[in-house]
């Protein structure tokens, strides 16, 4: 079956450190993928596409990182503050129907 | 612009009762989608319109009906709510159906008792 996984547990980290989130894949090859950040309360809002043919895309302190022969996606967020603390979700779209999320992780930056 | 606006934010309804959640979007998209999100499953598809005029199945579409009222309006009703249908739902729009951005609204947090 087709699956997208992503740590269910919390990532804690230190204010300034570099933030990895993994986004795990089986069973789709996907046009691209995308990052969203969900606050407590409030709908995702996107951050970051990278598509199949893109290894890596930069934006600001983010950057993300597509390997489709592994069938993973990184997201960095780099010297990370308080105010990134949020539920982070990966979503697929593979040509048909909708983009398929996976469950968040999310991610707690410590002052 | 107020982007994707959704009512009402809250509800609580007995087992039986039906409602319709509202959505609107105000970015001129001709494709909209309802999710849900329950603790531990993602935001999970119930039904999308890619343009005005159709309407198509999710992952999860049983127990609800769409319409897609016009391009700026897509509703969501459950005709007979079940304590399984308790969850946050997000409505969603975008430029095209698979187009880069999707925008979403605050959500509608249902409780079904």
């Known amino acids: 079956s087709q699956k997208i996984e992503q740590n269910s547990e919390a990532l804690n980290i230190q204010e300034g450190k570099t933030a990895t989130l993994t986004c795990n894949y089986t069973?789709?090859?996907?046009?691209?993928l995308q990052w969203y950040r969900q606050d407590p309360g409030r709908g995702p809002v996107f951050l970051l596409l990278i598509r199949e043919n893109e290894k890596e895309k930069r934006k600001e302190r983010l950057k993300v990182t597509f390997d489709t022969t592994l069938k993973q996606s990184l997201f960095h967020i780099t010297a990370s503050q308080p105010a990134d603390s949020a539920t982070y979700l990966c979503a697929l779209w593979t040509g048909r129907r909708a983009l398929t999320f996976g469950s968040g992780t999310r991610l707690q930056v410590q002052p | 612009n107020a982007g994707v606006t959704q009512t009402p934010k809250f509800q609580v309804l007995k087992t039986g009762q039906s409602m319709t959640l509202q959505c609107a979007q105000d970015?001129?998209?001709?494709?909209m989608y309802w999710y849900r999100q329950d603790p531990g499953m993602g935001l999970r598809l119930i039904y999308y319109s890619a343009s005005e005029g159709t309407t198509d199945k999710g992952e999860v579409p049983n127990g609800y009906n769409v319409s897609r009222l016009n391009k700026r309006e897509f509703s969501l009703r459950l005709e007979s709510a079940a304590p399984s249908q308790t969850s946050v739902y997000f409505c969603?729009?975008?430029?095209?159906?698979?187009?880069?951005?999707?925008?979403f609204g605050p959500g509608t947090r249902l409780l079904v008792l």
């Open positions: 970015m001129n998209h001709n494709s």
């Open positions: 069973n789709y090859s996907p046009a691209y």
């Open positions: 969603a729009s975008s430029e095209l159906a698979g187009s880069e951005t999707q925008y």
